[in-house]
T-cell receptor
């Protein structure tokens, strides 16, 4: 079956620090990979995605590269802001399943 | 364009009762998925509907059921509520069949006392 393993949180950073949240996966077939973000009291929002090996997804300064050889999709941002404080979820979907498999989520807190 | 709307936002029930949650997808979206979010289990897939047909179901007991109407609106029902059913229930919609870009609602927070 499919599974996503995500870096344990919580993560606390100072503003303008570099962010990495690790994500590795196990999947049958060739998955599409996603990062979703959840702000307090809200649902999930798609942050970025990559659909094939070596693709780089990017949005709002966040980036992640689909690494098939290491089955990873690590999230990075060069300079975090207080407004980036949220829970981040790594997820995948395969063509046969048509359902998202999520990681456990990583709580990020950015301090001014 | 309105987003995914879930009602009610909060719900308090007691054990043994049943509950119905509602989801209105983004206009034009034909696929609706439901997820349960708890601190202990994280996000777990419940079921997915496309054009009124359930295409996929997660590993939940038969007390959890759902349906989709011709206008793509969806409801999920939980019967004989248990304390462990307390969770945030999230609905997501997508335009096509592949579900590669899901739009989530804000969820219904269900508390079972």
């Amino acid at each position: 079956g499919n599974s996503v393993t995500q870096m344990e949180g919580p993560v606390t950073l100072s503003e303008e620090a570099f962010l990495t949240i690790n994500c590795t996966y196990t999947a049958t077939g060739y998955p599409s990979l996603f990062w979703y973000v959840q702000y307090p009291g809200e649902g999930l929002q798609l942050l970025l995605k990559a659909t094939k090996a070596d693709d780089k997804g990017s949005n709002k300064g966040f980036e992640a590269t689909y690494r098939k050889e290491t089955t990873s999709f690590h999230l990075e941002k060069g300079s975090v802001q207080v407004s980036d404080s949220a829970v981040y979820f790594c997820a995948l979907i395969t063509g046969s399943a048509r359902q998202l498999t999520f990681g456990s989520g990583t709580q990020l807190t950015v301090l001014p | 364009k309105a987003g995914v709307t879930q009602t009610p936002r909060y719900l308090i029930k007691t054990r043994g009762q049943q509950v119905t949650l509602s989801c209105s997808p983004i206009s034009g979206h034909r696929s609706v998925s439901w997820y349960q979010q708890t601190p202990g289990q994280g996000l777990q897939f419940l079921f997915e509907y496309f054009s009124e047909t359930q295409r996929n179901k997660g590993n939940f007991p038969g007390r959890f059921s759902g349906r989709q109407f011709s206008n793509s609106r969806s409801e999920m029902n939980v019967s004989t509520l248990e304390l462990g059913d307390s969770a945030l229930y999230l609905c997501a919609s997508s335009f096509g069949e592949k579900n590669e870009k899901l739009f989530f609602g804000s969820g219904t927070q269900l508390s079972v006392l």
